[in-house]
């Protein structure tokens, strides 16, 4: 069997991304709305692309259309093409404008509170012209747009990407994880406070796909205990800050987050086994832009800067 040539030049860029667009649309109907396409030029635009592949990238079904194995892999190739050629795009711009350009950050926790407004004070410090994006969500939905170049870096606690091999991470320092209360909370002064003690108290946990919640999970099986069932879930940090502040409720935080915070407090009951680096994780294959480059310099400097309070 000869192997297929797509650089012969009857694959084209419109098939890349019609391809991309059914499957995140799950129909070709949908996709046809979503691309303002007739829905018979994007079913001959698939099934051209299946006869130049020699294979079928789709299942059909009554609810729509599901991914093949050979449509998985060429969906995960196509997305980098087009991720590296908005890439381009965006380089070629920034390179012509000089000092121009924008750098997207999807963030986590941990490093939010106090080096990414520190790292982004210092870059629009040295290039006021750079357009800085942060969005917030778990690890887990930031990846996906990380791979389709919706977003230039995550930063943050680090997670585990073993089977991950598109990623690849930097560590920029060590932050250990504490459980905090409000200060003045009723558990504080009690001596040999323990885990059991701080049970009949309200927690707010992380939610259940992020890393964190999976490490206090196992905090609580190695103390023989279940998760507190008076709880709220939640990773925004303002709703967090604010339910700390004014309730009796417990939470597990970067310690950055409660010592830049008069209002909370760290109890002492150790969460050892939680781990502790903060870095940023991004594409493996895939350079950075120089806007996002930048970025990341002011990430290491700052995190220099704040590591010996931590360590102290």
């Known amino acids: 069997m000869r192997p297929v040539d797509l650089l012969n030049g009857r694959l084209k860029l419109r098939h890349l991304v019609l391809v991309v667009v059914i499957a995140e649309q799950g129909s070709v109907l949908r996709a ?44 995960e190739h196509a997305r980098t093409v087009l991720a590296e050629l908005r890439r381009a ?38 290039r006021p012209g750079i357009t800085v994006i942060v969005q917030e969500a778990t690890f887990d939905t930031q990846v996906p747009r990380l791979l389709d170049g919706e977003i230039d870096m995550i930063l943050g606690r680090l997670n585990p990407i073993e089977d991950q091999p598109a990623l690849r991470q930097i560590t920029l320092y060590s932050e250990p994880v504490r459980l905090v209360a409000r200060a003045g909370h009723p558990a504080q002064p009690l001596p040999g406070l323990t885990l059991p003690d701080l049970l009949t108290y309200p927690w707010v946990l992380p939610l259940e796909q992020t890393s964190l919640r999976h490490e206090l999970e196992q905090v609580f ?22 339910l700390l502040r004014d309730t009796d409720m417990v939470a597990a935080l970067p310690e950055l987050v409660a010592r830049t915070d008069p209002h909370l407090a760290l109890l002492p009951v150790p969460l050892a086994s939680v781990r502790r680096l903060v870095g940023v994780t991004f594409p493996a294959h895939r350079p950075l832009t120089p806007s996002a480059r930048l970025m990341l310099d002011h990430f290491h400097a700052q995190a220099a800067e704040i590591t010996a309070p931590i360590a102290g």
Do not use: W
Request: charged share 25%; net charge neutral.
């Open 89 to 126: 795009g965006e380089r070629i711009d920034e390179l012509n404008r000089g000092d121009v350009g924008t750098v997207t950050i999807g963030t986590l926790l941990a490093g939010s509170n106090v080096l990414l407004p520190r790292a982004i004070a210092a870059l629009k410090a040295d």
């Open 32 to 75: 046809a709305e979503h691309l303002r396409l007739a829905q018979p030029a994007v079913t001959r635009a698939l099934r051209e692309a299946e006869q130049f592949l020699g294979v079928a990238l789709f299942t059909r079904g009554p609810r729509g259309v599901t991914p093949t194995l050979f449509g998985e892999a060429f969906i």
């Open 221 to 242: 099986r190695n103390e023989g205990l279940e998760l507190p069932h008076n709880r709220v879930e939640c990773t925004s940090i303002l709703t967090v800050r604010t």
